[in-house]
T-cell receptor
């Protein structure tokens, strides 16, 4: 089955700096890669996703890149703000058969004011 | 439009007790899922239902059963709770494009 590895496990940045979180996946059939933000005690919230026919996607201060050959994808947050502090999860799934998500272990991002 | 709802929010059980976690969605999604999240970890799939009337095991199905009651509702049952099942349980549903939306979670403690 799919295996998703996520790094780093914790990341501390100064407000205004950029943050990058990286994930690798094992199943070449995976074609959907979402990112979730989870605040303490809350549900995971989808913040951005990318599909295998696209190399990069942006939404305001957030961008995701995908390298299918290397089987890795990354989340980039620019101009970080204290409210970006949360745990971020990457995930991967196949478009056929079992379409459930396989999650990475999470990155705790702390933005220092 | 409430999205995905779950009941109860919190539950404490003794070892060996049984309970059912309820989940409902009002987004007309075909697929629904149950995940568990242990401290400091990502979410792991317990069971999923690709459509009404079908269910399949996920990564960690042992000790659980599910019922897809209708298109809206997907319940998770613990027949004989064990301390290892202490976790936060999230239900989710997904669009045809596989965008998954999560419920608020049920925090379960088994003593």
């Amino acid at each position: 089955g799919e295996n998703v590895e996520q790094h780093p496990s914790t990341l501390s940045v100064q407000e205004g700096d950029s943050a990058v979180i990286k994930c690798t996946y094992s199943d070449s059939a995976s074609n959907y890669f979402p990112w979730y933000k989870q605040e303490l005690g809350k549900r995971p919230q989808l913040i951005i996703d990318i599909r295998s026919n696209v190399g990069e996607k942006k939404d305001q201060r957030i961008a995701v890149t995908l390298n299918k050959t290397a089987k890795h994808f990354s989340l980039h947050i620019t101009e970080t703000q204290p409210e970006d502090s949360a745990v971020y999860f990457c995930a991967a799934s196949s478009g056929t058969g079992r379409r459930a998500l396989t999650f990475g272990s999470g990155t705790r991002l702390q933005v220092q004011p | 439009n409430a999205g995905v709802t779950q009941t109860p929010k919190f539950q404490v059980l003794k070892t060996g007790q049984s309970m059912t976690l309820q989940c409902a969605q009002d987004m007309n999604h075909n697929s629904m899922y149950w995940y568990r999240q242990d401290p400091g970890m990502g979410l792991r799939l317990i069971y999923y239902s690709a459509s009404e009337g079908t269910t399949d095991k996920g990564e960690v199905p042992n000790g659980y059963n599910v019922s897809r009651l209708n298109k809206r509702e997907f319940s998770l049952r613990l027949e004989s709770a064990a301390p290892s099942q202490t976790s936060v349980y999230f239900c989710a549903s997904s669009t045809s494009a596989n965008e998954q939306f999560f419920g608020p979670g049920t925090r379960l403690t088994v003593l």
